[in-house]
Each structure stands twice: as C-alpha cells, then as structure tokens.
C-alpha cells in the first residue's frame, strides 16, 4: 500500500497568513494526488485535483503543487472560513489511501 | 445539483450487520464510479471500497474484505454497502462519494454520512 505522510499534523496561522502543507508519498505517483477539506461536522470537500488543479468554485488562494512523491497544498492568504482540516489522498493505485490530515487553527 | 444522500446506519452489536444506502441525484448515476469511505470518530478518513460504473469492477481496503460488500443498483441510482461481522473498529461515519470518471480518479462529491456504531 501506498503511504501518505502529511505534515504538520497542526497548525496555527492568523487570517492573512501564507500557508502550507506538505504531502509525501511513500512511491512515486505521478500527479495522482488530491487534496480535501473538511470542517467540523461536514463530509470532506474537493478543493484540488491531480496535484494541481482548482476543483470548480474553490477560490484562487488554494494552489497545489509537487509530482513524484512531495506535494504541497498553499493557501496564499488564509480567511477565517478556511479553518478546517485537510486532507491529501493519493488516486495512483488500489488502496487509496489518505494522509493523516493537518488541522488547521 | 448534484446530491448523495446516505441512510442505514444505527447503533449494531459486535457480529451483526447493516446494509448502508447512497441515494443519488443530479448527475446520470450510471456514467460514474462510486466509493464508500469511513471516518472513525476524532480519526481520519479510511477508503472502503469502490464500484465501477456498469458494477463489473469492484475494490476493497484489506481490512473489510470478506466483510463489506458494494453493489449499486443504476436503475435506483443508488449504491449500497453490506456490512457484516461488525467489530468496535468499524465504527465510523460512512461516507459515499462520487468517483469523477467512470473507473477512478478522485472523489468529487461527497454525502453527509451515516453513523454505524457497534456496540453490545
């Protein structure tokens, strides 16, 4: 199976803030890598697909990069309704498997 | 728009069974593979199993197989999760999500989830 490490496990940023978060996958993917966000008591949300592009309707401060085995998820100017944790997930190979997620705060 | 509405779960003794639903709406259903994904309560999200668009192909994490079983019905355009010999760790919220092609790719919609909790 396919690991997927995410790192920081938190994190705590003020509204404005750039962040980011990384993604490191155990083997090589390619770009099969996607990102999620879920806030508190909701089903997770696309917000970026293989690697790199915006899901539909997500706002252009969400960007994501990396192909191989790193990957990053940026958040260029953090808002307060962007509070939630996210998810990287790899779509190369069966298992899919998810990373442990980054609690945004 | 596009909606998946859950149903089935409940509370379920160590060793029993429940059958989860995923009614959806707003997209032709048979043209998309389907997922089931589980979340464990203050966990991470675990994927569970997946069908293809026309149920001929069908996937399963390790630590359901033999147990669950996914089928969908496209002229109900509903998918289902059968889950037997439930044990503490199965509980979860169970996800259903929407496969963006009809193999796999990536889940672009998601329900609201359904709770199964197994208990004695």
């Known amino acids: 199976d396919i690991q997927m490490t995410q790192s920081p496990s938190s994190l705590s940023a003020s509204v404005g803030d750039r962040v980011t978060i990384t993604c490191r996958a155990s083997q090589r993917i390619s770009s099969y890598l996607n990102w999620y966000q879920q806030k508190p008591g909701k089903a997770p949300e696309l917000l970026i697909y293989s690697a790199s592009n915006l899901q539909s309707g997500v706002p252009s401060r969400f960007s994501g990069s990396g192909s191989g085995t790193d990957f990053t998820l940026t958040i260029s100017s953090l808002q307060p309704e962007y509070i939630a944790t996210y998810y990287c997930?790899?779509?190369?190979?069966?298992?899919?498997?998810f990373g442990g997620g980054t609690k945004l705060e | 728009q596009v909606q998946l509405v859950e149903s089935g779960g409940g509370v379920v003794q160590p060793g029993g069974s429940l059958r989860l639903s995923c009614a959806a709406s707003?997209?032709?259903?048979?043209?998309?593979?389907m997922h089931w994904v589980r979340q464990t309560p203050g966990k991470g999200l675990e994927w569970v199993a997946f069908?293809?668009?026309?149920?001929?192909?069908?996937y399963y994490a390790d630590s359901v197989k033999g147990r669950f079983t996914i089928s969908r019905d496209n002229s109900k355009s509903t998918v289902y999760l059968q889950i037997n010999s439930l044990g503490a760790e199965d509980t979860a919220v169970y996800y259903c999500?929407?496969?963006?092609?009809?193999?796999?790719?990536?889940?672009?919609?998601w329900g609201q989830g359904t709770l199964v909790t197994v208990s004695s």
């Open positions: 069908m293809r668009h026309d149920g001929t192909t069908n």
């Open positions: 997930q790899q779509s190369y190979s069966v298992p899919f498997t």
């Open positions: 999500a929407k496969d963006h092609s009809s193999k796999w790719s990536y889940f672009d919609y």
């Open positions: 707003g997209f032709t259903f048979s043209n998309y593979g």
